[in-house]
């Protein structure tokens, strides 16, 4: 493949960039704070001074983003990707956003002649650090098939939905699962804890039934001391929990427990753990 741009070097975007550069990619980075590329700079990779800059160079270009507003930020802007977007340049945005918010930036690119790919992935830091990440893509068919190499590298699945839309959509899903998985394990720790349990027991329990998974087994024993290193800031799964409520809303599906799930997130949030792990909802019943 060509050089690869990447837009958006946070703690997800860093480990996939940093991943194509080992592969043997040739890869220009952007970042809104610059000084976050340095790293990639001793990796080998190149840096642009904007979105367009990237765009200009690279014949594929890949985004990162932290919500829907960053994610329209970056290509409508000034210097944004949207001024040097043309024909036989490819966009591919792995962001995690509403379908709405896909559909304005795949209009955009596609109108000046590029090509645009939705592709969110399932996975938090670990699993982009291995290369081991889900990615979710639709729209142009095309682009998706020339990308599968950088692909291979970044996941290790690569689903094609269709229209665009069906990733975003499919990506919010999953979190909205996830987030209220999440809430139903902290309130089973909180309560063996609290009826004279203990709670790595209580791991080892789940680890050997039918609901074991690799989350409750990762997050576990960290959430018992009240650790919560940031591979998913809570305030992105909570982005993702609103997101996938205005879907339910949207198809009129009731959606109770996500909705709860929310609320915890919320006040997790207006408890100042935004930036911790999206476990740290732990702390709403465990305080």
């Not at 095309?142 to 665009?164: E, M, N, R, Y």
């Not at 999953?174 to 394990?185: C, E, K, R």
């Not at 039918?210 to 990762?218: G, S, Y």
Request: charged share 20%.
């Amino acid at each position: 493949m060509e050089e690869i741009g990447f837009l958006g070097i946070g703690i997800m975007g860093k480990a996939m960039a940093v991943n194509l550069l080992r592969h043997g990619f040739k890869v220009t980075v952007w970042n809104r704070t610059l000084s976050r590329c340095d790293e990639l700079v001793q990796h080998g990779a190149s840096v642009g001074e904007t979105p367009a800059a990237v765009i200009k160079k690279c014949k594929y270009t890949i985004a990162m983003l932290s919500d829907p507003a960053a994610a329209l930020s970056v290509v409508f802007d000034k210097h944004g990707a949207l001024e040097q977007i043309c024909a036989g340049k490819g966009y591919i945005d792995m962001s995690t956003v509403d379908a709405d918010t896909s559909s304005q930036i795949s209009q955009a690119i596609t109108s000046k002649g590029g090509s645009f790919l939705e592709a969110p992935v399932s996975g938090s830091k670990k699993p982009a650090e291995d290369g081991q990440l889900v990615i979710l893509a639709a729209g142009d068919k095309d682009l998706f098939v020339q990308v599968v190499p950088a692909f291979d590298v970044l996941g290790k699945k690569s689903f094609f939905l269709g229209q665009i839309g069906n990733g975003a959509k499919m990506k919010l899903v999953v979190n909205m699962i996830m987030g209220s998985m999440m809430n139903a394990f902290s309130e089973g720790i909180v309560l063996a804890d609290k009826s004279g349990l203990d709670p790595h027991t209580l791991l080892d329990v789940l680890d050997l039934g039918a609901i074991a998974n690799p989350m409750f087994k990762m997050k576990g024993p960290a959430m018992i001391k009240n650790s919560y290193p940031p591979a998913f800031p809570l305030k992105h799964q909570q982005k993702d929990m609103r997101l996938a409520l205005a879907l339910g809303d949207e198809n009129a599906v009731p959606m109770p427990v996500a909705a709860a799930a929310n609320e915890a997130f919320k006040k997790a949030r207006s408890l100042g753990l935004g930036d911790h792990d999206f476990s740290a909802v732990f702390e709403t019943l465990s305080k």
